[in-house]
């Protein structure tokens, strides 16, 4: 049939999970405790390094950085992924689609480029100790931090500009969740090579690159911490980027079995797979950041300190306030 004689599609209809209703409830629950949990995390990570002086560093500025990003993140899916467990019929308008793919693009392509600022900040640490003050210094680490942004949104706007410039005149069923990507140019009535290219090339961009910078900063860390003549001065140093490799290690393991899986031919496992990409991309968009504050509570001495300080004096306000 010919494009012209099909009607523009004007909304998408987003597939659940599950369309068992007790199962749509258990991933109700599940997600919404979640992201819960995720904004009171990050968002107490946010307040930590705003109001405690001692967390005026590059390191935590970056970690502020990080916490924003998964709650915007989170933010722009994760309550229509909840309205769509409620309702039989999971509609969202184009424009809406269009946004949602901007800003979840655009995050997670910011959030590539800041894990390897992170590394260069911690490299920097414990390689070059002595000068780490000049190196990164408030003029260097601020600038490093907006480019991270700057990047993510130029990619997404560039990525959004060429997919929102398809037509879309057939099926607007998108086999996913929420509006991921790829998701929607399989939906496009024309062909989507310079798409398919263009993401290629962003994925060199800000997967690609970002790992090797990391990869070969933590080469050149593990070096100078097995040179320390002290167990206890290698252990003090790795603590101090432990947290962050284990971020890393989360992030990047996830994309890359998500998409170094081989692809089923067959159409029962085809279904099956569609169900696993969705499962890890669940788990990539809600556990990471979830988990990501946690890492850094517990594996940070200082974030820890910092945390039940400001736990402890709003239960003392609060006391107060009952008392009076």
Known sequence: MEASNQSTVTEFVLLSLSAHPKQQKTFFVLILSRYLVILLGNGVLILVTILNSHLHMPMYFFLGNL????IRYMTSSIPLVLDGFLTSRKIISFSGCVVQMFLS??????????????AFDRYVAICNSL????????????PMAISSWVAGGANSLVQISLAIQLPFCGDNVINHFTCEILAVLKLACADISVNVISMGVANVIFLGIPVLFIFFSYVFILTTILRIPSAEGRKKAFSTCSAHLTVVVIFYGTILFMYAKPKSKDPWGADKQDLSDKLISLFYGVLTPMLNPIIYSLRNKDVKVAVKNLVSRHIH????????
């Open 67 to 70: 916490s924003f990003l998964d």
């Open 105 to 118: 693009f655009a995050m997670g392509a910011t959030e590539c480029v800041l894990l390897g600022m992170m």
């Open 131 to 142: 000068h780490y003050p000049m190196i990164m210094s408030k003029a260097a680490y601020m």
């Open 317 to 324: 306000i609060l006391e107060l306030f009952i008392l009076f």
